[in-house]
């Protein structure tokens, strides 16, 4: 994950106060049985998208929302390197 990916994420879930210590474990933060996105997750895909200029279709999205907060990482991370090498 490039530096520029990595302080994105750190500073977006900061914010949205979650402890990231832990960001690339595969740690749901939050209390089991959340609803899709409550953890906010499709809302900083989004943000992802503003700021990479990256694109997720909605199944994309779905699937980025129900994700734990590691892999969340792990595939914005991994969607936002190869675009931004063009």
Do not use: N, Q, W
């Amino acid at each position: 994950m490039t530096d520029e990916i990595r302080a994105f994420l750190f500073a977006a879930l900061t914010e949205m106060k979650y402890d990231i210590e832990g960001a690339d474990d595969d740690t749901v933060f939050g209390p089991a049985g959340l609803d899709v996105d409550s953890l906010g997750l499709a809302e900083l895909a989004v943000r992802v998208e503003d700021r990479f200029g990256v694109t997720f279709d909605d199944d994309e999205a779905e699937a980025l929302a129900m994700m734990t907060v590691g892999e969340f990482c792990r595939t914005v991370a991994a969607r936002v390197e190869p675009a931004s090498a063009h």
